[in-house]
Antibody
Framework: QVQLQESGPGLVKPSQTLSLTCTVS??????????WSWIRQHPGKGLEWIGY???????YYNPSLETRVTMSVHTSKNQFSLKLNSVSAADTAVYYC????????????????????WGQGTLVTVSS | SYELTQPPSVSVSPGQTARITCFGD??????AYWYQQRPGQAPVLVIY???ERPSGIPERFSGSSSGTIVTLTISGVQAEDEADYYC??????????FGGGTKLTVL
């Protein structure tokens, strides 16, 4: 059974960098089938996709956040990481890491991209 | 970027059928997915590729698609189904969009 676990500081000061790591167990992060993703949820609000990283290191970020986001992958540790710089109170949220399946559906030729395993989430508060 | 629109809330009595809709202009060209999120928990995938159910998800959960609207149907609703439900889709580049979520209340 695949499991994901987020870790990192729960409190970050404004203008600083938020750093989180996701540790994957029960499966290899180097599997070519999966795109390792970050998703956040502001308190009492809906879900917001931040971006993904492939085991090779290629990334794709939400255009609304891409100027502040950096993701990296550490295959030897079976981990991937998120850095979000210049944070403000608007970045206070529960941050989830998730395993994404991204492929082309051979039947319809549509792109399929969805999340089948999620971490439990970690609350990051931005405050001085 | 485009949006997915869901009703904020749906209420049903136990044993009835709940239908949660999700509207998006791009949905005719994209597959949709549904997640259940109980309070304080991470989302759980309940429907993928419009109408397929992951293993372990009860048969009372089903999905359908018609043009710009996708629908999550829960037949014979149980108290444990009370949760927030989110639709999601992605474009060919892999840009992900979530709906705003629907709170399902079991009366």
């Amino acid at each position: 059974q695949v499991q994901l676990q987020e870790s990192g500081p729960g409190l970050v000061k404004p203008s600083q960098t938020l750093s989180l790591t996701c540790t994957v167990s029960g499966g290899s992060i180097s599997s070519g089938s999966f795109y390792w993703s970050w998703i956040r949820q502001h308190p009492g609000k809906g879900l917001e996709w931040i971006g993904y990283i492939y085991y090779s290191g290629s990334t794709y970020y939400n255009p609304s956040l891409e100027t502040r986001v950096t993701m990296s992958v550490h295959t030897s540790k079976n981990q991937f990481s998120l850095k979000l710089n210049s944070v403000s109170a608007a970045d206070t949220a529960v941050y989830y890491c998730a395993r994404g399946l991204l492929r082309v559906d051979l039947e319809s030729t549509m792109t399929l991209y969805y999340f089948d395993y999620w971490g439990q989430g970690t609350l990051v508060t931005v405050s001085s | 970027s485009y949006e997915l629109t869901q009703p904020p809330s749906v209420s049903v009595s136990p044993g009835q059928t709940a239908r949660i809709t999700c509207f998006g202009d791009a949905l005719p060209n994209q597959r949709a997915y549904w997640y259940q999120q109980r309070p304080g928990q991470a989302p759980v995938l309940v429907i993928y590729k419009d109408n397929e159910r992951p293993s372990g998800i009860p048969e009372r959960f089903s999905g359908s698609s018609s043009g710009t609207i996708v629908t999550l149907t829960i037949s014979g609703v149980q108290a444990e189904d009370e949760a927030d439900y989110y639709c999601q889709s992605a474009d060919s580049r892999g840009t992900v969009v979530f709906g705003g979520g629907t709170k399902l209340t079991v009366l």
